[in-house]
């Protein structure tokens, strides 16, 4: 199978999004992200997938935990802005708003819910790596539709 037919079928499985952010040495970095699983209900994990190619992996290996802001269907917006390929900062966050969590990791202000997770392991995944988190906090903040992927772009659920 080639890369074009493969990407048009997986993306036919609907998704949620998020943007998985990270704190090294106070670079903070995000990431828009789709390829995130719950993994084990004990010890509580999850993953998500990062391209080797992106500036996020590059923050993965130096960070030693990570957040994860699942975005609401009225945050396209900032789903859009961490989709960009961009360079850490020291301090801001691209300008969108976030409070730091319990493990000093940024969290997305309005989302839905976050966790946070301590890096247990990354996994060679072929063009990404698997990264492994033990989830040691989380809360859901609102209630309101989540914002969902699908096709290639943002979808919604039906009434």
Not at 6 to 19: C, D, M, N, Q
Not at 67 to 77: K, R, T, V
């Amino acid at each position: 199978m080639d890369r074009d037919t493969y990407r048009s079928l997986i993306g036919e499985f609907a998704t949620g999004v998020a943007v998985v952010t990270t704190n090294v040495d106070g670079r903070l970095h995000g990431m828009t992200a789709n390829a995130i699983c719950s993994l084990s209900l004990e010890p509580l994990q999850l993953l998500v997938c990062v391209d080797r190619e992106s500036n996020c992996y590059r923050q993965m290996q130096g960070a030693e935990a990570f957040g994860l802001s699942i975005l609401a269907s009225d945050q396209e917006e900032i789903s859009n802005t961490f989709a960009r390929t961009t360079a850490p900062e020291a301090g801001s966050l691209l300008g969108v708003a976030f409070r730091q969590g319990c493990l000093s990791e940024p969290l997305i202000e309005n989302a839905l819910a976050h966790l946070e997770c301590r890096i247990a392991e990354r996994i060679d995944g072929g063009d990404h790596i698997i990264v492994i988190g033990d989830v040691v906090a989380g809360e859901r903040l609102r209630d309101a539709e989540p914002l969902l992927f699908y096709g290639g772009r943002y979808a919604r659920l039906a009434p």
